[in-house]
Every structure is written in C-alpha cells, then in structure tokens.
C-alpha cells in the first residue's frame, strides 16, 4: 500500500480521487492545488487524509507517489520535479508540450528507475480495446490505414472549463494548440495497432468566430488555429490521419476510430460500429456500448459543468474485461467510456509491482509527440516533417 498525492485540484482531479480513496492498494491521500479553498474542498469531498499548502511541500513530504492534474501545458515540468524528488508519478494528458519535455521525462524515468504513467483514457475506450483484440487475433490481415478523431467543440463545456481554471486570462489559454493535445485521437489509433509515427504532414484551419478565443494577438501559445488535421506516416508501412476538432458541429462521441487492413475494417461512427471482411457485415455497437451507471444529474458529478456530466457518468462495454478490478470498484463511477477504472488501476498495480503499466513513458511520447511536430507542420503551411522516436523502452 503507498501513499498518493493529487496535484491540481480542479473539476477532473475528483474522478480520479475516489477511485483511488477505493482502491485497497492506495492508503492516505492528500492534496494541493495553487487555491487553497479547492483543495480543502477535494479532501472534504472525498474524505482524503489531508493537503499541502504547495507542490514543493508535497514533495518534501514522505508521499510514495503523485498524480497531477494541472493545466495541460504544465505537465511536463513538474512530472521532472516529481520524478526527481523520488515519488512514482500518474499524469493527466498531455505529456507535455515540447520535444525537449517529452526527453527530460523519458531521461528521468530511466534514471530512477520510478513508475511514470500518462492517463490516457482512449487507450481503454471500448473501440480501442476491440480493434487491439482484433489485431491480435490477426483478424485484418495486415493493417495499412487507420483514422482517429477528437472532435469537441469549445461550446460543449470547454468554455466553462478554461474559465475556470484559467481566471481573468481565461481567454489566452483558451487557444490552446488542437494538435499539442493529441493522445485522445493518437491513443486510439496506437494503443491498438502496434506502430507509431515516423513522419507528418498537417493542416490547421484559422479560426473565424472573433469572440477573442484563438486569437494570435490573445493567445499564450500564439495560436489562432481552432481545428486541425494531420496525416502520419507509420512504421513499417501505412499511414494514419487525425483530426482535432474545436469548431464543430457535433455532439457525439468525442472520440472515434476506423481501421483498415487487407482482412477487415473496423468502422466507428457516430451512432453504430461495424465489423466488415470478406464474408461480410456486422453490427458490434452493442459490444461497445459503456451503458451509463449514473444518472448525468448525480451529486456525485456535481463539481462538474453540465456539458461534460455525460462524459463521467459511464459505466463499462462488454468488450471491457472487468475481471482484473477490485470489487470496490464495482458500483463507482467510471468515465469516459468505461477507462477511468483500467487507468486508475493501471497505476496502482505499476507501483505496487514495480512494472511498467501499459501507457508508460515510451508510450506516452508515441502518444504525444506526433501531435507536436504536426503542429509545427501546420505551422509550416503542411511541410511534411520527421517525428524523432525514442523507442519502447527497455524490455
């Protein structure tokens, strides 16, 4: 059993506190976050054993491990101060947001030889699991193309969230880079087909809306791109495309995925999924189908905007394997599409085993980097550009 502290205290960092506050590997949890008043409210909610007045006193302290939940372009930096201060480190996507981040991460992990995982949660969405057993199995043949596609309009719930995380300057990092939030719609893709991306070439589209979200002359990250699309090449043969939609009319699944080999598809649309070969159709949807546990009106999902209730409210898909889970787990609230029980698990069982857990490190910069040099691609009018790799990782 470890003890674990939450960094971040905003409207995510609780679906990941009663889990853990649940699970029979994790003893005392305690919380910080730059407002004190939020983190006092974190432990009241969820019964945690206490705060820290800051990050670096977390750090001082004799907590095993952390799991950050700060703003998305924060993340890198304090995972390498988490790491090298000693404590096992669960991070909230993205890994970062630079090249040199991404190293620093990978350097400090093998360094010390501690636990890092990236939550990426569309690595157990049902139609990542699915395609991973189909892969397996053998069943497309040899895959060739694949497409992933993270499409959530900043009016379905991002602007009550950057408003809330973000204060008066709420508008600057409103225009956060789609394509430097990348892994929901790369995990996806990768977390079920074993490859990963060795060149890009990608588009961004300038945003029209004119309300000061995406505005270069606003913008923190100089950023006026609200939707983008890239197209990597992949390892060994292939190519997949992404999209990272902000400007969207659409209110399905925020993520979804096609996959294509010489055997068979695998189509995700917005309200059906379809197994297709040679012999064939058929209708899978209800494989995938993570059935709602909880009412989107549950006082349990209360902290969070209404837009995104839905979301958290999920339970798990017949495709998903509960079978390794602890039984505290059974009747908690899950999220996004059934992944927020294997992620939060995932950790328990890296740090309590000293493995690595499947979105580790390595995994995490495949899921992660890609979007980066997209991004620079799009910056560059589509320039098709080199992806840097740095492996699975030891054996």
Do not use: C
Not at 30 to 59: C, I, N, Q, W, Y
Not at 127 to 150: H, P
Not at 270 to 289: E, H, N, P
């Amino acid at each position: 059993m470890f003890t674990l502290g939450i960094v971040g205290a905003g409207q995510f960092a609780g679906s990941f506190a009663h889990l853990w506050r649940r699970h029979p590997g994790v003893g005392d949890i305690f919380v910080t976050d730059l407002l004190p008043d939020r983190a006092a409210k974190l432990m009241a909610d969820h019964d945690l054993a206490g705060t820290f007045a800051s990050f670096e006193e977390m750090l001082d302290s004799d907590v095993d491990a952390v799991a950050i939940f700060t703003q998305r372009w924060t993340h890198g930096p304090l995972v390498e101060q988490a790491l090298r201060a000693g404590k096992h480190v669960y991070s909230s996507v993205p890994m970062a947001i630079s090249e040199q981040e991404i190293a620093a991460i990978i350097t400090a992990v093998e360094e010390t030889g501690l636990i890092y995982m990236m939550g990426e949660t569309s690595h157990y969405h049902p139609a990542t699991v699915y395609a991973r057993g189909q892969v397996a199995a053998g069943a497309f043949g040899r895959l060739f193309y694949a497409e992933g596609d993270y499409v959530h309009d900043m009016d379905w719930g991002f602007y009550d969230a950057y408003r809330y995380s973000g204060g008066e300057n709420w508008k600057a990092t409103a225009s956060y880079p789609p394509l430097l939030y990348p892994t929901h719609s790369l995990g996806g893709v990768l977390g079920a087909w074993q490859t990963h991306a060795v060149s890009v070439s990608a588009i961004g589209v300038v945003d029209q809306r004119g309300d000061g979200v995406f505005d270069r002359e606003i913008s923190q990250f100089g950023n006026d791109f609200s939707n983008a699309t890239a197209l990597f090449e992949a390892a060994g043969g292939g190519s997949f495309r992404t999209n990272e939609f902000r400007r969207v009319g659409y209110i399905g699944k925020e993520s979804r995925f096609r996959f294509f080999g010489t055997e068979g598809v695998f189509e995700q649309l917005g309200s059906v999924s379809l197994w297709q070969d040679k012999k064939g159709s058929q209708d899978i949807t209800a494989q995938l189908d993570p059935s709602p546990t909880l009412s989107p009106d549950d006082p349990s999902l209360a902290h969070l905007a209404p837009e995104l209730r839905g979301a958290f409210a999920s339970g798990t898909a017949p495709v998903h394997d509960r079978s390794r889970l602890p039984r505290e787990f059974e009747h908690a609230s899950n999220g996004h599409e059934g992944s927020h029980h294997f992620l939060a698990d995932d950790f328990v069982t890296a740090v309590a085993t000293g493995t690595r857990p499947p979105v580790d490190a390595w995994t995490a910069a495949r899921y992660t980097l890609p979007g980066i040099i997209a991004h620079q691609s799009a910056l560059r009018g589509g320039e098709r550009l080199p992806i840097p790799d740095h492996g699975s990782g030891p054996s």
